[in-house]
């Protein structure tokens, strides 16, 4: 496991590697909707188990804080899980996410993603879609996504399928490390002269 200060390393060297990729900065300008499923994307996968069924899961606060940001900027964060779990729905509440852009128990990913897609007006290639597994990198090979993004601790056959492999596991603010590259390309992090600065030096 990485070390705090190697870690800001590595995530420094990504983001800096990340911006000379003219093909996919151009796609990234494009975005308007983030669709994240939640377990090994926002969590580390793991879940409480107890003799009355499954329990909670722990969510990053660094995730979480950089919501505000996104809806701010104009972006749309939509939530979604294969499982039926109340904690998602609680978080989605805590970070002012819509109910309608938080689905929980789908059978299909690809329906939920054709759907809120029609609704909001949002083209394939104003969305990308943050996943770790087959119903995630589905949607891209079905091609309802334009960009595909995934946490390192996807199985690395999936990862092959990821147009952004984000240098953190789930549950460990890899979907912040996400959000400061959108809001950055974008023109709208809050901290885009700091950020500036550091990719430069």
């Known amino acids: 496991?990485?070390?705090a200060q190697?870690?800001?390393n590595i995530d420094r060297t990504w983001f800096k590697k990340s911006l000379k990729n003219k093909r996919l900065i151009s796609a990234l300008k494009k975005i308007k909707l983030i669709i994240c499923d939640i377990d090994g994307n926002?969590?580390?996968s793991h879940v409480y188990v107890s003799p009355q069924g499954e329990g909670g899961r722990l969510f990053s606060v660094q995730d979480g804080y950089v919501i505000k940001p996104l809806q701010s900027a104009g972006f749309i964060v939509a939530l979604m899980s294969g499982k039926e779990n109340?904690?998602?729905a609680q978080r989605a509440k805590t970070l002012k996410i819509p109910?309608?852009?938080c689905m929980t128990g789908m059978d299909s990913k690809i329906e939920f993603v054709k759907k809120l897609q029609k609704k909001l007006g949002v083209s394939?290639?104003?969305t990308i879609m943050l996943g770790d597994d087959f119903m995630d990198a589905n949607i891209k090979l079905n091609k309802l996504v334009a960009l595909y993004a995934c946490p390192n601790n996807t199985p690395f056959y999936f990862q092959t399928v990821a147009d952004i492999v984000i240098p953190r596991g789930g549950g460990d603010a890899a979907f912040r490390l996400f959000a400061?590259?959108?809001l950055?390309?974008?023109g709208k992090h809050f901290a885009h002269d700091i950020i500036k600065n550091i990719i430069t030096s």
């Open 124 to 126: 394939y290639e104003q």
């Open 184 to 186: 950055f390309v974008h």
């Open 42 to 44: 926002w969590t580390d």
């Open 6 to 8: 190697s870690q800001a």
């Open 180 to 182: 400061d590259m959108l």
């Open 86 to 88: 109340s904690s998602t």
């Open 1 to 3: 496991m990485a070390t």
């Open 99 to 101: 109910d309608d852009l």
